[in-house]
């Protein structure tokens, strides 16, 4: 009876398990992806009972008519213990049939996901497979660069090389024409040296122990000037040297004063050649020098020393100016009117009447009776000149002038101008300016 009773109980609380897990299998079933066909569950077997055997009993009938509570309490629950495992059969059943489908779930799931990997798989080979070709299809196109490359860089080598010989060829073909331009541009003669150098057919032959003078005297003048008759002593102290003057109007007494001395002095014999013009101090050069020469058409121009007077100065300071000046002059007029063979008065007297400003000026073959100029030339040969003008450097250089001494300027009435360089103290300046286009600052 108890044992009975017990397996009951089991049964009982099996069923109520399962009943108990039915809501989260069937809540799992509901949330499944894939709908999976389900599986009939089995009827349950519901037991047949069979009419028992009728014990036997003594007992007399009255008394099994009579009611058996322990039977009944059997009986009852031999039935609930029947419904229950039928019950419980019911739910095993419907367990089975949902893992059944959980696991038909989990296989379709499977299978989808082996296919999904496969898929992936696929793709990555796909993809692997496009990278290796295009990095295949680069490598080619690289070797192809290349090889093209290196083509170019043969063909170039071979345009240079062959460029390279023709700018060759060009290059030794400017190389000649300029040979031969530059070879035009000597003279196959060479300088005449000659201690005698006036021709009996009255040419004077210029050598290229040559110095030119232009342009107004000054420091510079000198500087340029001296430092060539050092120079040219020094290399020959026998063959003259020439001093030139296209045109000179003059300028410092105390610049044209050190080239007269460098000329006295000079052991080689210093000669002055005027082609145009020569007046005030380039004058008194020409005429004091030991050898002179002029064309015939040249003009020489003699005059008085002027000075120009600046700031307010009271009539001691102008006497004094006017003292300086004519102690100037005594040293430079002097021994030009001795050689004339007149007194300094005389000279002064025959400047101002040949003109009323003082400004004594002959063509060259009235300067050569005065004693102007030793000698009158009827042509110059310049021997110095082998290379051509046009050539830099090809003159002799000029006196440097400072440019920013003698800049030409125009003044407020339009007429152009130039500044005089500052002079030294107590030096005056024996220059010829008639139209005043030299002026002081």
């Known amino acids: 009876m108890r044992t009975t009773t017990r397996s009951a109980l089991v049964l009982l609380g099996l069923a109520t398990a399962a009943i108990a897990q039915e809501p989260a299998a069937k809540a799992t079933a509901a949330t499944a992806p894939i709908a999976i066909a389900e599986v009939p569950a089995a009827k349950p077997e519901l037991p047949v009972e069979k009419p028992a055997d009728k014990p036997v ?61 496969m898929k992936r798989q696929v793709a990555m080979e796909e993809s692997m497979s496009k990278i290796e070709a295009e990095k295949a299809q680069i490598t080619r196109d690289n070797e192809l660069a290349k090889a093209k490359a290196e083509y170019l860089t043969n063909e170039l080598k071979a345009v240079q090389s062959q ?41 004077l032959v210029i050598s290229d122990r040559r110095i030119a003078l232009n342009g107004m005297i000054s420091m510079a003048t000198a500087d340029h000037i001296t430092d060539r008759i050092d120079f040219f002593n020094n ?43 020569a007046a005030s101090m380039a004058a008194g050069i020409t005429t004091l020098a030991k050898e002179s020469y002029a064309y015939p058409n040249a003009i020489i121009l003699h005059h008085q ?36 063979g007149v007194s300094t008065d005389e000279f002064i007297k025959q400047m101002y009447a040949h003109s009323s400003a003082g400004d004594w000026s002959e063509f060259g073959e009235d300067a050569q009776k005065l004693k102007w100029v030793n000698h009158i030339v009827s042509g110059i040969e310049e ?8 050539l830099k450097s090809a003159m002799p250089p000029s006196p440097a002038q400072p440019a920013a001494e003698m800049k030409e300027e125009i003044d407020p009435n339009g007429k152009p101008f130039s500044y005089l360089p500052r002079l030294t103290p107590k030096d005056v300046y024996f220059l010829y300016n008639p139209d005043n286009y030299y002026r002081m600052r």
């Open 163 to 203: 460029s390279g010989i023709e700018i060759s060829k060009l290059q030794n073909q400017i190389a000649g024409m300029e040979m031969e331009t530059k070879r035009k541009s000597y003279a196959d003669a060479k300088p005449v040296y000659l201690e005698n150098p006036l021709r009996d057919d009255g040419t």
């Open 383 to 390: 021997s110095s000149f082998t290379k051509s003008p046009d």
């Open 57 to 117: 009993s003594a007992e007399k009938p009255a008394e099994e008519k009579k009611a058996d509570p322990v039977k009944e309490e059997q009986e009852k629950l031999t039935a609930e213990n029947n419904l229950a495992s039928a019950k419980l059969t019911a739910e095993t059943n419907a367990m089975r049939a949902e893992i059944t489908r959980l696991k038909m779930e989990k296989d379709l799931l499977a299978e989808r996901l082996s296919l999904a990997a």
């Open 235 to 277: 290399a020959d102290k026998k063959l003259p040297i020439f001093i030139v003057i296209d045109q000179s109007p003059g300028g410092s007494v105390m610049a044209g004063y050190r080239i007269l001395k460098a000329m006295e002095s000079s052991d080689a014999p210093v000669h002055v050649v005027v082609k145009s013009f």
């Open 305 to 340: 020393i002027s000075s120009t007077l600046f700031g307010q100065l009271n009539l001691t300071e102008q006497a004094e100016v006017v003292k300086e000046s004519q102690r100037w002059w005594t040293r430079l007029a002097s021994p030009v009117a001795a050689k004339m």
